[in-house]
């Protein structure tokens, strides 16, 4: 299978562009559109929501706690993981300068890092273990180590790891907070599954042709939108019923 609806190359030997856009959410290219795109608005919701659920986990969930929570999980994963992501190839065709994405990142990554520290200070020491994790992820991530940069890195990572730190953070027990981690890494894990061919589409291929023959002898044509609408349909709808259901679990607490 080759690629999207781009035109061929004209000249043998030059690669061609792809013609979709890089993600179903990516605004038009220049200025801060580009700053839009690089937050990856649903999948950073999505990954939030993983810091309300193991919120939630807890009997009684301090509030300030859980804005910390999600303020320094934002830094790091929306922003930090996020532009250090897009230093490497390009893949969201930002035209944000590389020094403005490397001070980004690492800004964004002491912020939440210090917020970690002052955390630790009300949490205990042991806390100091998530932070130094936390740190880890998004610098490993940043240098696609294949720890984390694969399935079940990706599901521990982003996925299992918000819910365990939060939940602790919260003094959430340990039981749940494993069977919500456990859930929660399944979900980035979907998710994982969903978007990968649908990206491949998007960001690296010129062309993509074929057919689909039933056995009543109708046929419905192949393209790369046709290939990749059902999977983002599908990221589309989770990324807000994963939220809202970790809010909604989260405000039972409080309301």
């Known amino acids: 299978m080759r690629a999207t609806e781009a035109e061929p190359p004209g000249t043998p030997g030059t690669p061609a562009r792809a013609s979709l856009a890089p993600a179903f959410y990516a605004a038009r290219n220049g200025g801060w559109r580009d700053y839009w795109t690089l937050l990856h608005p649903p999948y950073t919701i999505w990954h ?10 807890s009997p009684a969930p301090d509030p300030r706690i859980v804005a910390g929570a999600l303020v320094a999980f934002g830094l790091a994963v929306g922003i930090g993981a996020h532009a250090f992501d897009e230093l490497r190839g390009r893949p969201l065709r930002t035209a944000i300068p590389s020094a403005v994405l490397v001070a980004l990142g690492t800004v964004a990554l002491i912020v939440a890092v210090v ?12 806390f100091l273990l998530f932070v130094i994790a936390g ?81 009543d002898g109708s046929r419905e044509a192949i393209d790369a939108r046709t290939l990749i609408s059902v999977p983002e349909a599908a990221l589309s709808i989770l990324w807000l019923a994963v939220f809202a259901a970790a809010l909604a679990v989260l405000l039972a607490h409080w309301l």
């Open 115 to 126: 917020l970690g520290l002052i955390a630790t200070t009300m949490l205990g020491p042991f």
């Open 48 to 57: 939030l929501s993983y810091v309300l659920l193991g919120a939630a986990i």
């Open 135 to 215: 740190a880890a992820i998004v610098v490993l991530y940043a240098f696609e180590a294949p720890l984390v940069h694969s399935d079940v890195g990706f599901a521990l990572g982003w996925g299992a790891f918000p819910v365990a730190a939060t939940a602790f953070a919260t003094g959430g027990h340990p039981v749940p907070t494993a069977l919500a981690a456990l859930a929660a890494a399944l979900l980035s894990l979907a998710q994982r599954r969903l978007s990968t061919r649908a990206r491949s589409i998007r960001r690296r291929a010129v062309r993509v042709s074929g057919e689909i023959v039933y056995s």
